[in-house]
């Protein structure tokens, strides 16, 4: 395969490697064909198959160059969490340059049941949404009549790529943090959505120059005494 280089003295590890040989492949490149090894890949998390039957995706390559930037309010990222034993889950969206985040629970994943969550809940913001990024799950199927109903451009980061939507990813991390992974999500109560939500948007951050979610995002002062309680 030639010899190797380093670029910009950063390192890339071996599963980050082959994501990018067979996202090559899925795209129709020949990067695989270079492989010694050319063993069917095990398929984790559905196939490309079944992920390539949403209709009318557009993928992550045509958004405007501005959302990369986080130069302004309304450019969100979106994915579902799943609850134990596929019990519930909830929606995560959150906007890439504030990092203020919205929960919201449904009860099944179908894309129908998800797009009527989803729209309810977003309209609050309707006015501060420009795009929306998703993951590749059938539940966001209904991704165009989401997007008429928001009036939002709406993408798709690439299959097996999570890191092309890393601000959702890192803020479900910080959701599990209320629900972890042995939590049955089927049967959460409001005030404790409404909880971790409050808490994830009022945490000053540091990315955001100590400032919090919830300030950036409506530029406005949020309660000082919550800030500080948080902080701890």
Request: glycine letters at 6%; hydrophobic letters at 30%.
């Amino acid at each position: 395969m030639g010899t190797y280089r380093t670029f910009n003295r950063e390192w890339y590890s071996h599963e980050w490697i082959y994501q990018h040989i067979y996202q090559d492949k899925f795209l129709g490149g020949d990067l695989h064909t270079h492989l010694r090894c050319r063993k069917k890949r095990k398929k984790r998390y559905g196939s490309y198959d079944r992920r390539g039957q949403m209709p009318n995706r557009v993928f992550i390559d045509e958004r405007p160059s501005i959302v990369d930037k986080e130069s302004r309010i309304g450019d969100w990222e979106g994915d579902t969490i799943i609850g134990k034993n596929h019990r519930g889950a909830l929606i995560s969206m959150v906007e890439r340059k504030s990092l203020f985040t919205v929960i919201e629970p449904v009860k099944n994943r179908t894309s129908c049941h998800v797009r009527q969550k989803l729209v309810k809940r977003m309209k609050d913001y309707k006015n501060q949404i420009h795009t929306i990024t998703f993951d590749n799950g059938r539940e966001f199927a209904k991704h165009e009549k989401i997007s008429s109903d928001l009036n939002a451009k709406i993408y798709f980061a690439h299959p097996y790529a999570s890191w092309e939507r890393g601000i959702n990813e890192n803020t479900n991390g910080l959701i599990r943090q209320y629900f972890p992974k042995t939590r049955d999500l089927s049967n959460l109560k409001l005030i404790e959505i409404n909880n971790a939500m409050e808490r994830l948007n009022n945490r000053p951050r540091k990315k955001l120059g100590f400032k919090t979610p919830f300030e950036v995002f409506f530029k406005r002062k949020s309660n000082l005494i919550d800030n500080v309680a948080l902080i701890s």
